[in-house]
């Protein structure tokens, strides 16, 4: 399917409605209805990282499942993720057994466990495992996600492939949306984001490319690509940063917000019918 590019004088024209978009969806109201109300539940910022990033790693399907499913994950830890995961021994998986929810297991969270365990206890925290990912990626001039990847499965390399499926790479074409999802929640600031670590400046983040958010973008004239792969997070991000270049993941607000409400979309906007 053949689409059509929005030129950067059509993209200047769209701007502003693009602005009164993010406006209209970042306020605090959003924080109830979205997984991101785990990461506002925790005042320490380790705990806001490490349950932050499981999830992000299980942001996938309905809203309301997710956050659902999260709650349960959280609840058997005690709402204490880094105390429990810190103390984690062979016998605390009886507080993960019988966890499912879609392809997650109990079996892939005892690996997710066991990996953020040797991440705190090598790193410090969280954040400092990200820090040297980012390092790393600078020098030797790499995707970010594709370095995490590499250094998260690193510790077990028996980790099964079951398990490995759930963190994106980039490098293998993965678009890394719930990767890129949770560094907006945590290096992100405003009425939504928490801001939580800093090892990266915002105008860093891709822009976490889901079905819907793809979907809008072709409609836009943002994209062409028809794979939403990281081939088509890489054109979208050029866009977005010809946009606003200090904060271009900002637009996930605008894009998910128009496939939310499609009638905030004026006809004349659309560059593409039929995506």
Excluded at 111 to 132: C, D, H, P, R
Excluded at 197 to 206: G, L, R
């Amino acid at each position: 399917m053949s689409l059509r590019k929005r030129s950067r004088n059509q993209l200047l024209k769209l701007k502003p409605t693009l602005d009164q978009w993010v406006d209209r969806m970042e306020k605090p109201e959003y924080i109830d209805s979205d997984p991101i109300q785990f990461l506002h539940a925790f005042q320490d910022a380790d705990d806001i990282n490490v349950a932050g990033f499981f999830t992000a790693t299980m942001a996938w399907g309905k809203r309301s499942i997710v956050i659902s499913k999260v709650d349960d994950f959280l609840s058997r830890l005690s709402y204490k993720p880094v105390e429990f995961i810190g103390n984690f021994t062979e016998q605390d998986f009886k507080h993960l057994r019988g966890f499912k929810h879609r392809t997650f297991n109990d079996e892939d969270m005892y690996w997710l466990v066991k990996t953020m365990q040797s991440i705190l206890q090598q790193y410090g925290n969280f954040e400092s495992f990200w820090l040297a990912c980012y390092e790393q990626a600078k020098s030797e001039i790499r995707p970010l996600m594709g370095v995490f990847h590499e250094k998260f499965f690193s510790f077990y390399p028996e980790i099964p492939n079951r398990t490995r499926r759930h963190i994106s790479n980039p490098e293998k074409g993965g678009s890394c949306k719930r990767l890129y999802m949770y560094l907006r929640w945590t290096l992100r600031d405003g009425p939504v984001d928490v801001k939580s670590m800093s090892f990266m400046d915002p105008s860093e983040i891709y822009i976490p490319l889901d079905v819907h958010v793809a979907r809008q973008s072709r409609k836009l004239g943002l994209i062409t690509r028809n794979q939403n792969d990281w081939k088509a997070v890489l054109e979208l991000q050029k866009e977005l940063v010809f946009l606003d270049p200090s904060d271009p993941s900002k637009y996930d607000y605008a894009l998910f917000g128009l496939g939310l409400n499609p009638e905030w979309l004026d006809p004349k906007w659309i560059l593409n019918k039929v995506v």
